[in-house]
């Protein structure tokens, strides 16, 4: 009987001898100090918000062609000699009148680029012309061409600027891409940098570089910015060796630009001097880090 009744109140209370268990183990693991609340929270300095800037890289497109170098010249002069070899012979009697002046300035000019293109021998031994026909020939040609205006003198391809060094002017460097550079004063030092400033609230950031160019370069500019996405980037560093303070993050978007007409009158308050530079010119005035973050945005022509 008294297992009976040991059975039945089991059965009726099937848990009773385990709630004892988990309470006196709860009891036990509240009881015992936490040793995480003894140790305060370590609260670390907040990083100051990153300053923004927008930049404008503007640039002068080349306004003269490139010389080509001597492989060039070379396989340009293999071209020419292909195709004169292999061309049909042009029908001069079909276009000219026999014996009109304008037969003749063709003659004289097709036996210039035939000797320019095979050599200055080329055909000598079929020349059998009087020397009074060749002088009478040459008059008339000469004469054709100063009334078409071909006497007129070329331009030369290196300007007055780049003899006098004149780093000012956009006429210099007329091969090359070259780029305006300003000087202003930082921290107590003179640095040269490309045009940039701040963002303000609500301003995209190629409204805020075109403003930026104005308000540091002058409005005496026709300028046109390529694109309103960035071409890239630069993170300047904020650590300073000198100082334990964190400073704020300094990152500068930079926006292409072409200047089609007019010229930089830099507002004199902030800017102390400007240039326009080759990308090797650029190296040699600006900042190492400032340099790698730019270069790659720049054209080596």
Not at 11 to 33: I, M, W
Not at 276 to 292: F, G, S
Request: aromatic share 10%.
């Amino acid at each position: 009987m008294l297992s009976r009744h040991a059975l039945t109140s089991c059965s009726r209370q099937p848990n009773a001898a385990f709630h004892y268990f988990r309470r006196s183990l709860a009891t036990e693991t509240t009881s015992e100090p936490s040793s995480s609340a003894l140790i305060p929270p370590v609260r670390t300095k907040r990083l100051p918000r990153a300053q923004i800037s927008a930049s404008v890289i503007l640039n002068r497109s080349p306004i003269i062609t490139r010389t080509p170098t001597l492989f060039e010249r070379a396989y340009y002069a293999y071209q020419a000699r292909i195709r004169r070899a292999l061309h049909n012979p042009f029908p001069f009697d079909f276009y000219f009148k026999q014996g009109s002046l304008l037969e003749t300035q063709f003659s004289m000019e097709e036996k210039k680029r035939e000797r320019r293109a095979f050599g200055p021998k080329f055909n000598k031994e079929e020349e059998f012309v009087s020397k009074e026909k060749a002088a009478a020939d040459k008059a008339a040609a000469d004469q054709l061409a100063l009334q078409e205006g071909e006497t007129e003198e070329l331009m030369p391809r290196v300007h007055v600027a780049d003899t006098n060094r004149d780093l000012k002017s956009l006429d210099r460097k007329g091969k090359r891409n070259i780029y305006i550079l300003l000087q202003t004063k930082q921290d107590s030092k003179y640095i040269w940098r490309f045009p940039q400033g701040g963002v303000e609230k609500g301003e995209l950031l190629h409204q805020a570089a075109q403003r930026d160019l104005y308000s540091e370069c002058g409005e005496n500019m026709d300028t046109w910015i390529v694109s309103r996405n960035p071409i890239g980037v630069y993170n300047e560093s904020p650590l300073d060796p000198l100082s334990s303070e964190p400073k704020p993050e300094k990152i500068t978007f930079f926006f292409k630009a072409h200047i089609m007409a007019g010229q930089a009158k830099p507002n004199e308050e902030i800017i102390s001097d400007f240039a326009w530079l080759t990308k090797q010119e650029i190296e040699q005035r600006v900042e190492k880090d400032y340099w790698e973050g730019v270069k790659d945005m720049l054209s080596d022509y």
